[in-house]
């Protein structure tokens, strides 16, 4: 058990779909609670009306790449001030499944109408994370992770490598950690953990 006071701290983890990015968010939850904090987690898109709708057009190609970004924002926005922001205020870590950079990455690689600055104005009004972590897989593994039913429109191995790379580059641009999760689960997931440990530890020494 770790000897520390709680204190709120907001965690993302994203990259590629079929990264592994809601299976080590709820193992991430159940490995802190163990150790006594509380924990709330949560997913883009989130459960509002908003969120329900993306849901529904992430099986559509015909929205337009725009009208996918707007939504995404709004739907955002509300998560966060909403949601993610009261439950920091109550002293929880919030561990968000997919945040802004999914935006940033699929939106702006989606039309050349869409620039990355585009993305980051209208997502503007919303707080950052104090960490974000990258979960990076080759996009042949993580689409062999899928069935064809449950695949969205943006689910192609071609524009998957783009994601990815784009991935890779943001988050050494944005100093994130970039966890490979082509590894076996347990492997993957106690990098995580040990990631978070010494994020909360370092927190606690400046706070």
Known sequence: MLNLTQKSIFIVLDGIDGSGTT????????FLEAKGFKVYLTHEPSNSEIGLLIRKYLKNKNIPPITDALLFAADRNLHYHNEIEEKLKQGYIVISDRYIESSIIYQSLQSDLITIEWVKNINK?????????????DPKISLSRKTQQ??????????LDKVRALYLNRAKQENY???????????VQEKIQNLV???IKNLKISG
């Open 23 to 30: 299976t080590h968010s709820k193992l991430l939850k159940g």
């Open 125 to 137: 009004f919303v707080g950052l994370p104090d960490l974000t972590i990258i979960l990076d897989i």
């Open 150 to 159: 449950s695949l969205e429109k943006f689910e192609d191995t071609t524009f």
């Open 177 to 187: 950690f970039i966890i490979d999760s082509n590894d076996i689960i347990e492997m």
């Open 197 to 199: 440990i010494q994020k």
